[in-house]
């Protein structure tokens, strides 16, 4: 078994958790999931979250999915 499928990765745990964007942009580098934004139907699953820069505090919605491609986000700050 594989790490990854040891402690998946789901809507619920990401509300204050840490990450690292691969590819920086204006400095941004690390990012706290602040907000998970809730659909409008209330038995929809969570899709999106708020995430916001910490060199700036410039925010962001984006599919909380993304979050899993290692090619744009690390967990934790690195």
């Known amino acids: 078994m594989r790490s990854e ?3 998946p990765l789901g809507p619920k745990k990401l509300l204050l958790s840490k990450w ?3 590819q920086p942009s204006k400095k941004r580098k690390h990012f706290l999931v602040r907000k ?3 659909p ?3 038995d929809a699953p969570i899709e999106y979250v708020e995430i916001e820069a ?3 505090g410039w925010v962001k919605v984006i599919p909380w999915r993304q979050l899993q491609d290692g ?3 690390l967990q934790g700050w690195k």
Do not use: G, Q, R, S
């Open 5 to 7: 499928n040891k402690n």
């Open 20 to 22: 690292t964007a691969v």
């Open 36 to 38: 998970l934004i809730t």
């Open 40 to 42: 409008t139907m209330p």
């Open 54 to 56: 910490i060199f700036d």
């Open 71 to 73: 090619t744009i986000w």
